[in-house]
């Protein structure tokens, strides 16, 4: 399931590449387009911060998740000012949205979690099966 989510993740990716230049070339850069654009900024940017944090900050999961929430939030709702997302009065959303986005990547997070864990055991009762052969 991990192979194929990131085979169409990659194969997504390469797509809206291919459509966009073709895009850009045939009739100059459009408002859809620069949203995308804008995504893929913020999407690198939070990727970038999410990397930071993990490499520098020792916190548990659940803390981990916090801090992250809260800082991503934070970029989103000042990136969505800068390019013109949000206006004053619902600079809130940026928190829904992030929720959302937060919610289902911890889904995916806790799932791959679980998968790894139950390999891993099943090594070590394959390793302990066999030292008790010998």
Do not use: H
Request: charge should be positive.
């Amino acid at each position: 399931m991990k192979k194929i989510l990131r085979d169409t993740c990659i194969l997504s990716a390469l797509m809206i590449f291919s459509v966009f230049t073709i895009s850009i070339l045939w009739s100059g850069v459009t408002a859809e387009i620069i949203l995308v654009l804008e995504l893929f900024g913020l999407s690198l940017l939070i990727a970038l911060v999410n990397t930071l944090c993990d490499e520098v900050l020792s916190l548990s999961i659940m803390g981990s998740y916090l801090l992250k929430y809260f800082v991503v939030t934070g970029i989103v709702m000042l990136y969505g000012f800068i390019v013109g997302w949000f206006f004053r009065s619902n600079f809130w959303m940026a928190a829904i949205y992030v929720a959302v986005v937060f919610v289902l990547a911890y889904l995916l997070d806790s799932f791959r979690t679980k998968k790894d864990l139950k390999y891993i055991n099943e090594q070590i009762k394959a390793k302990d099966v066999l030292a008790k052969r010998q």
